[in-house]
């Protein structure tokens, strides 16, 4: 079976499924060059965050990330003093002072991640500020259900690095109140000649570090769930933020 699509920015593929469902071979056919993606299973993508836990800060500027994109993707939620606001793959915590400036100290954050690596150093962060309002949970974002309904949540620069995004969307948006905004923040190809450019780049890297498979496409996920959707590009088109509300 063949299907064809196309990527950031008119980037024509064509990927076949293979014996493994979370293999594809994709290749660009106006060439001769082929790319592979593998998925990797929890527990090696578990010890790969591990690993890097400590160098997280770095890859904000490895990646050019847009300055202040954490907290746009935050005001992006539109949340209110008192709201329950979760974080799918909140790694090391880098959003959460956003996220507890925007609902106060009479709301609260919920953040889960399966790298105890990367919650360690959330709680550091937690810890540090005498945060008591931040519930950090270690465990799979598919299982994971919170202890009340939620106002607000994100997947902050985590969709693309989970083989299961798709369950764990399904699962995240179940628990959203009516009006509740979901948002989703990363990086993807920017459009052109430029994302065509750079993917055998983007694929070495991600493999060696994130884990981000960059053919997955959050906002055709995100838009099937609603009619209030809307995004937005940063930075010629290389990051994003994309915003639904439940209705």
């Known amino acids: 079976m063949f299907i064809k699509v196309t990527l950031g920015g008119g980037v024509p593929v064509t990927i076949v499924p293979s014996e493994a469902r979370s293999r594809a071979r994709i290749w660009d056919p106006g060439s001769s060059e082929t790319y ?20 997280i800060p770095l890859f ?17 939620l539109n949340l209110k003093p ?15 002072p956003f996220l507890r400036e925007a609902v106060g100290p009479t709301g609260r954050v919920y953040g889960v991640d399966i ?24 465990g799979d974002a598919a299982e994971y259900v919170a202890p009340e309904p939620l106002d607000g949540a994100m997947f902050g620069l985590s969709y693309n690095t989970m083989p299961h995004h798709l369950a764990v969307l399904r699962h995240v948006w179940n628990q ?11 990086a993807k190809l920017p459009p052109g000649p430029g994302g065509k450019l750079i993917l055998p780049f983007g694929l070495w890297l991600m493999k060696r570090t994130m ?8 906002w055709e996920d995100v838009a099937k769930l609603t009619h209030d959707f809307v995004m937005e590009e940063f930075t010629f088109g290389s990051w994003y933020i994309c915003r639904a509300i439940k209705p």
Not at 115 to 138: F, P, Y
Not at 176 to 186: A, I, K, N, S
Request: proline fraction near 5%; hydrophobic fraction near 35%.
């Open 115 to 138: 790298s105890a690596g990367m919650l360690a150093k959330a709680q550091e962060l937690c810890d540090r500020q005498h945060w008591t309002n931040v519930d950090l949970v270690e």
């Open 211 to 218: 884990l981000g498979n960059p053919y997955i496409r959050p």
């Open 176 to 186: 959203l109140r009516p009006g509740g905004y979901l948002v989703v923040m990363d």
């Open 60 to 76: 904000d500027w490895l990646f050019f990330q847009p300055p202040g994109f954490r907290r746009k993707a935050v005001e992006r």
């Open 36 to 55: 592979e993606w593998v998925d990797l299973d929890r527990r090696s993508i578990t010890q790969r965050y591990d690993r890097i836990a400590g160098i």
């Open 82 to 96: 008192g709201d329950r606001v979760l974080e799918i793959g909140c790694g090391t915590g880098r959003n959460v």
